[in-house]
């Protein structure tokens, strides 16, 4: 299996412009993760999906975040409008879907706005 | 509040000398434990965990950690450190809360191993 594949794997944009991160996971896993990760902030948990559902969305910054996951084999996350704090490495990781399994991360997407 | 501390920013050791990485966590039940090591611009990998059992778990590369319930604390160690080694360490903790379960991560520690 690849892992879990991202794309993209840089972006850069303008502030204001609409950003769409992908992500495919692995193959037969039931959950999805999506994290930002910064110097400042650390890891943060953003949104996480079980069986394309999503479960918990507590992590999601504001209203120009929002993610989907039409189906077991993809997911995205879209920033609309975007700005320059949101300059970050975003992850995602798919995990098994059983309690206690490993999460599997992808090589991450380091998006800069300027 | 749920949480996982890493007190050490950054950790320096010598190339052949012991490791630890420290890891303590508050959260309520009985939490499942995870190590993940990240090397520069790379995502996060798994080291090893702790579910039940045996309180001293072996993973990856040659890392181990200790469970231990009574300081809740989750340290990372390896007998012999290796330059190879050197990167950003995550303890994370998955609980039991009110919405279901949920993966809380530390702050991470940089670890730095010398020549």
């Known amino acids: 299996d690849a892992g879990v594949i991202q794309s993209p794997r840089h972006e850069v944009t303008e502030m204001g412009q609409e950003v769409t991160l992908r992500c495919k996971p692995i193959?037969?896993?039931?959950?999805l993760f999506w994290y930002r990760q910064t110097m400042m902030r650390g890891l943060e948990l953003l949104i996480y999906f079980n069986n394309n559902v999503p479960i918990d969305d507590s992590g999601m910054p504001e209203d120009r975040f929002s993610a989907k996951m039409p189906n077991a084999s993809f997911s995205t996350l879209k920033i609309q409008p975007s700005e320059p704090r949101d300059s970050a490495v975003y992850f995602c990781?798919?995990?098994?879907?059983?309690?206690?399994?490993?999460?599997?991360f992808g090589p991450g997407t380091r998006l800069l706005v300027l | 509040a749920q949480s996982v501390a890493q007190p050490e920013d950054q950790v320096n050791v010598a190339e052949g000398n012991p490791l630890t990485v420290k890891c303590t966590y508050s959260v309520s039940g009985n939490p499942y434990l995870f190590w993940y090591v990240q090397y520069p611009n790379r995502g996060l990998q798994f080291l090893l965990k702790y579910i039940t059992g045996d309180n001293l778990v072996k993973g990856s590369y040659g890392f181990e950690a200790e469970f231990n319930k009574s300081q809740t604390s989750f340290h990372l160690k390896k007998p012999s450190a290796l330059v190879s080694d050197s990167a950003l360490y995550f303890c994370a903790v998955r609980h039991r809360n009110t919405g279901g379960f949920k993966t809380i991560f530390g702050a991470g520690t940089r670890l730095f191993v010398k020549a």
């Open positions: 193959s037969g896993h039931n959950s």
């Open positions: 990781a798919s995990r098994p879907g059983q309690d206690g399994e490993t999460q599997y």
